[in-house]
Each structure stands twice: as C-alpha cells, then as structure tokens.
C-alpha cells in the first residue's frame, strides 16, 4: 500500500501523549432544567458511531458547509451505500435535489430507491462505460458531485459536469491501496466547464456539531427505526 503522508488523517496514537475523540455522558448530577440525573440520551447510542458520529458530520459539512447546494440541484453520489454517501443522499432529497447514487452490488443498490429515496441508482461493477451509464441517467448534467471513489468514477463524472458544477472531495477508496495511484485523463473539462474542486477534512468541521444535530435529531426522533 502507497504511504500517503498527510496531517489530515488519522494517525496511530503515541504512548504519552492525550487521547483524543468523541463520547457520550451521563448525567450523574445535574441543576440544568434541561438535564436531570441519570439522562444519558434520547436516541439509541449506537448511533453514535454512526449517523451521530464521524460518518453523519461528515456528510453535513461536505454538503451543506463545503457544496453550498441549492434546491433543484442534479446530485451524484458515488459509493452512496456507506455511511457517509446514503446521508450525503437523504440530504439531498431533503432539499429538494434529483439524486443519484453508484455502488458495487444490487444489494447495495435497491435499498437507495425502496429506503432512503434516491431517485436512480446503478451496479457500476455492472457498467462497461461509466460515462454511458451516467448519461443513461436523468441527471441532465451534473451541478453538484460528492466524490468518494475518484479513478474511472471521477473520469466519467468530468465528462457530465454542467458549467460552473462543484465537485466535494471526501475520498478516493478506489485509490488507497494501489502502489501507484490511476491517472485523471478528462482533468481539462474542469477549465472547460469552470468546474469547482474542493477537498475537505471533517476535522476541520467538529465546531459544527451543535448545528449538525439541530438539523438531524428531529429527524432521528419522528423515524420509526428509532427504538429506544
């Protein structure tokens, strides 16, 4: 695997030094009206770990904070049955975009349409020409993409790129464990099309969380997947 040197990301945990991430706490004491003793959470907390975590705030700053979408938009979301990608997707509808999502396997496809409301999704293991299968597609010409996959995805996604498009960098999985990373052939179509890049780090974005879970929990609360 190619080392990829960068402050961004993750590293290992050096003995000595302060332990840092997220938590959870119980109130053991509390004068708050808003807290009493033994309050914990009003959502189940294994979504912590995911909608709630890393992964849900994630989501909300490449796409409200970093895309800057707008209602009406035409949205593509490759490796959309993670965590990351199906809440990218939700959000979307949620503003009233045209939403469409790329994964490896029909069982990861179907739930997007029948669950989380996407409007097309497709098995780009399936596809022979990935820029046909886009335009296969109703997007029209993409305003905005959510890029997770990069490679032969990103390459087709700069042939449908509508003029003055954005494209959010949160990942490049196709990537990560080649010893030499794929060249981009269509990287002129970003001048051609005045196309906006923009990759972003989610630890850039912990100041959000406050505001991440004004927009999410009542949301959480009115799902029936909710079990407390």
Sequence with gaps: MKKIEDAGRIVSFTPGTPLTGLGVAKALDSG??????GDLTD????????LLGMPGLTAYAGFYEVASPKKGEYVFVSAASGAVGQLVGQFAKLLGCYVVGSAGSKEKVDPWKNKFG????????????LDAALK?????????YFEKVGG?????VLLNMRDHGRIVVCGMISQYNLDEFEGIKNLIRIIYKRVL???FSVFDYY??????????????????DCVH
């Design 43 to 50: 959502v189940p907390l294994s979504y912590y770990t995911r």
């Design 207 to 224: 100041y959000l969380y406050p505001k991440f879970l004004e927009l999410v929990l009542p949301h959480i609360k009115e799902s029936p």
């Design 152 to 156: 032969k995805t990103l390459d087709a």
């Design 118 to 129: 996407f409007d097309e999704a497709f098995n780009y293991k399936e596809e022979q020409d």
């Design 136 to 144: 296969g597609t109703s997007l029209k010409a993409l305003t905005f």
């Design 197 to 199: 890049v923009q990759g």
């Design 32 to 37: 708050h009206a808003n807290f009493k003793e």
